[in-house]
């Protein structure tokens, strides 16, 4: 598949999730009437707010002119904070990525290894034992993890605070949360990866040929345990965003996720559009640099393609 | 000293036994003694099971579970399973080589062959520079007879074929100059002409390199052209072994004759009556298909032709072998038949029934046959399931209708209780033709239905097949790649390649002075061929044919 393809898929599924979204929020409501109480506010205040957020005409109408002002580089207008929902949503994108990013660093750090070392050991009491701990990892609730660590850390040991942003020490907990619930999953994912690897003829015949177990590791299992990984990444980074919506308000952590929170219980549409678009575009983006990735990491995608 | 050391054998391998450990332990192989001399060229023969590649990856300690083992195995004078972590290392850089059955497999295909062979050649210069390994390498190449070697070193596994890849792999096998080169079924997943040109190159290095080979395989006719011993193995246990013109000429063990007997090419055209021409059921008139890999290369014109020109017909009552290597478009053929390709132009006819009334009926029988039937469903419940949907009420009528094929294809009454994991191999091919007989088709359109099964298995398939036409008046279209199935039962050969007929005869002049340069190097590929010549000496006497001949 050529890049233009690629790039023209990308923006089509660009364009179906605006639509949906924009359909999801206009389904549940007349907005204006959600915010303002109408038994106490008099018509022409209602149709100002209307004319001002751009809430006029019927919802095609709304539809087209929204679409047309994203075209133009307009995001709409927060009605909580009475910004631009563009400002309002990139002054929280920082700290979000910093979050997302330290925690998919720290799910990788443990997921790899440990992965690793449970399929190298495979049936072992030490890979039951990680086994365990990672479905206990996935089926435990982001909430419950976050609470017992505040619970843990800061109520009884005083070692961290328990809220806010600013120090590393804010940090930590957070990262715990997500990086730990995913690596869980990653953790299984890789050692699959690896035992699919390990079976290869070609590790075995690498051994047959006399290179050390190091060597086979790093030159023939990793080489080819990457490529299911590669694929499951974004995935899991896309599932950290989500759960960023609840560990943030968890831990009062001031990024995106909150922010979701609360722009629906604010009825902030703009915002909320503007999230929404801003998580599908890095979703977007991250599966294309992966598609990319992949043909360089697997040649035999890449001659396929170029047939 | 080195006297002593040349009189050693290079393997001795005292009473193996090799067992899975678990609570009660599985035996897989059981009491094996064998010796390979310097310079020997050993054969270890048996049918999938027969505990050959077991042995061997003992050897080299490359056992994909941890087994108990006993006895001893010597290899270049080193107690394998005594070696330590290092030993094991140098053992396996310095003694032995191997050579697996599928190329493309058992090279890393995310890299490339030059880094895989320029790794393996730095642990055995480590101090050498990057021209100097890459040379080697290309030499490396060069001596396997790979054309443009440094070409090839950039390139990965998938882009070149099965007999490079195998050359590939036999370069890497050899790079530690090692005194035993073990070949797993080296030939196997290759195509029948290039399966003839790594075994030369494997004769060649053996003569050139002084090399000695233990070559394990399921196929008598590569043993009985170059081994020099063999040795039969059978579940687990050795039956025979000797010098190969000894048990080749006269086997001792019931099994390792019946195996030779399975084995042996019936070279065609001595007894094979003239069959009277019967109408046509299927026939093929100017059929085109070209598969395209991308929309670029349609619009380019530059497809991969599966079907030139196309034409054959498939009589009634009549064996047609579809043979060619892989690539050469059988498959397309099959499937255009069927209906499940679309030719591009041409026309594919299936034929009504003699009444006019009704055309003619087709199934198909696939290649795995465990893979073509449902792995949790008794044979019975799927066998009632295909007349089931084809509206057979009455379950009494069924029964009797499913009794009465299972017989025509020679299976007892009681596989139908069974899972198809509890048949054998031979068994679950011959369910599969069952099912495809149950609708009492007119032609069977059977690809490469013997190639997933031991040669034994194969006969009773083969005769299965033949019944079937001789009883039922059954038309068959045998899709093979291995002419001496062709010899055994078809009526009718056409030889496809690169998707046009190169030959389209008789079987019964089929070998005679073939008119095609392509089937003359299938025909003088076949392995076993000596059997041939050695009748053809023999009908050089103005013997009135050589089925005569063989009768006195």
């Known amino acids: 598949m050529s890049l233009a393809f690629r790039v023209l898929r990308a923006i089509i599924s660009l364009w179906l999730i605006v639509t949906l979204v924009f359909a999801a929020l206009r389904a549940t409501g007349d907005p204006i009437t959600a915010i303002f109480d109408p038994d106490n506010t008099s018509r022409a205040a209602l149709e100002s707010y209307r004319q001002q957020w751009g809430y006029t005409g019927t919802v095609l109408d709304q539809y087209l002119a929204y679409v047309a002002s994203l075209l133009r580089g307009e995001f709409g207008f927060s009605t909580m904070a009475n910004r ?6 990139m002054e929280r994108l920082p700290a979000t990525l910093q979050l997302v990013g330290l925690s998919a660093l720290l799910m990788i750090l443990v997921g790899l290894p440990v992965g690793t070392i449970a399929a190298m050991r495979a049936g072992s009491p030490l890979d039951r034992f990680v086994m365990s701990f990672s479905t206990v990892g996935f089926a435990l609730p982001n909430f419950v993890l976050a609470l017992g660590l505040i619970l843990l850390l800061s109520v009884n040991l005083h070692l961290l605070p328990s809220n806010g942003i600013g120090s590393w020490q804010n940090l930590v907990m957070p990262v715990l949360t997500i990086g730990l619930s995913k690596a869980a999953i990653f953790t299984r ?3 699959s990866a690896i035992l699919d690897t390990l079976r290869l003829q070609c590790v075995v015949s690498a051994r047959a040929r006399g290179l050390t177990e190091w060597q086979i590791f790093w030159r023939h299992i990793i080489t080819n345990a990457v490529l299911p990984l590669v694929t499951i990444t974004p995935l899991l980074v896309g599932a950290m965003v989500a759960a960023g919506a609840v560990v943030e308000s968890v831990f009062g952590w001031p990024g995106v996720g909150r922010l979701i929170v609360d722009a629906v219980a604010q009825r902030d549409l703009a915002v909320l559009q503007m999230i929404i678009m801003l998580i599908a575009v890095v979703m977007i983006t991250t599966n294309l640099i992966v598609d990319l990735a992949y043909a360089k990491l697997d040649p035999r995608t890449a001659a396929a393609a170029a047939h | ?11 001795k391998v005292e009473n193996l036994g090799i067992a899975i450990a678990t609570e009660r332990p599985i035996e897989l192989v059981k009491d094996i003694s064998f010796e390979i001399r310097k310079g020997d060229y050993f054969a270890l023969v048996g049918e999938s099971g027969s505990g050959k590649s077991m042995t061997c990856h003992a050897m080299m300690k490359l056992l994909p579970f941890t087994p108990l083992i006993e006895g001893r195995i010597v290899v270049d004078g080193q107690d394998v399973w005594a070696l330590d972590r290092r030993q094991l290392l140098a053992y396996r850089r310095k003694s032995v080589g191997m050579v697996f059955q599928d190329p493309l497999a058992a090279l890393n295909p995310v890299r490339t062959i030059g880094s895989q062979m320029l790794e393996t050649l730095r642990i055995y210069y480590p101090n050498a520079d990057a021209d100097e390994l890459r040379n080697r390498a290309v030499d490396a190449l060069r001596g396997v ?3 443009e ?8 596994p998938h882009q070149l074929s099965g007999g490079l890849n195998q050359r590939v792999m036999i370069a890497l096998a050899l790079l ?15 195509d029948m002409s290039v399966q003839a040109e790594v075994l030369d190159l494997i004769d060649e290095l053996r003569r050139k390199n002084d090399l ?6 399921h196929d008598l006719g590569i043993v009985r052209d170059r081994a020099t011993h063999i040795a039969v193995l059978q579940n687990g246990r050795m039956v025979e072994q000797g010098r190969a013109a000894d048990v080749v000429s006269a086997p001792k063990a019931d099994y390792s004759k019946e195996l030779f007997a399975a084995a042996s090419v019936e070279w065609p055209g001595r007894d094979t009556p003239e069959r009277k021409r019967t109408p046509a059921c299927l026939t093929f008139t100017n059929v085109n298909k070209t598969f395209f890999a991308s929309k670029r290369d349609r619009r380019m014109g530059v497809g991969i032709p599966a079907a030139k020109n196309l034409s054959f017909e498939v009589r009634r009552g009549e064996i047609v072998a579809l043979i060619g290597e892989s690539g050469s478009g059988k498959t397309t053929a099959a499937k255009m038949a069927m209906g499940l390709e679309k030719p591009d132009t041409g026309s594919i006819v299936i034929h009504k029934s003699e009444d006019g009334k009704t055309p003619l009926k087709a199934q198909m029988v696939f290649q795995h046959p465990r893979d073509s039937l449902d792995p949790l469903m008794k044979v019975e419940d799927q066998l009632h399931e295909v007349l089931k949907v084809h509206g057979w009420r009455d379950k009494d009528r069924r029964h009797a209708h499913i009794l009465k094929i299972i017989a025509d294809v020679g299976l007892l009454p009681h596989v139908l209780q069974r899972r198809p994991t509890y048949l054998s191999g031979g068994e679950a091919q011959r369910v599969v033709i069952a099912r495809a007989l149950l609708l009492e088709p007119d032609m069977l359109i059977a690809d490469e239905p013997l190639s997933a ?28 790649h291995d002419l001496r199935v062709v010899f055994e039962i078809a009526d009718q050969v056409v030889v496809l390649r690169h998707g046009r007929v190169v030959e389209d005869v008789p079987v019964s002049t089929f070998t005679d002075g073939a008119r095609d340069a392509y089937t003359q190097m299938l025909i003088n590929a076949v392995p076993g061929k000596s059997i041939r010549s050695a009748a053809e000496a023999l009908s050089e006497f103005n013997l009135p044919g050589g089925s005569a001949l063989v009768a006195e």
Not at chain 2, 212 to 217: G, N, S
């Open chain 1, 84 to 89: 631009p929902a563009l400002d309002v949503v």
């Open chain 2, 176 to 190: 530690g100059e090692p005194k035993l080169l073990i070949a797993d079924e080296p030939t196997t997943a290759l």
């Open chain 1, 189 to 191: 994912f890789v050692r």
């Open chain 2, 1 to 11: 000293m080195t006297n002593s050391l040349t009189d050693d054998p290079v393997v």
């Open chain 2, 145 to 147: 007879h790979i054309p």
């Open chain 2, 212 to 217: 000695t080979v233990l070559l394990v395989t």
């Open chain 2, 453 to 480: 099964v031991d040669v034994r298995i194969q006969k009773h398939i083969l005769e299965c097949l033949q019944r079937l036409r001789d009883r039922l008046g059954i038309a068959i279209l045998l899709i093979t």
């Open chain 2, 149 to 156: 070697p440094g070409a090839r070193l950039g390139v990965y």
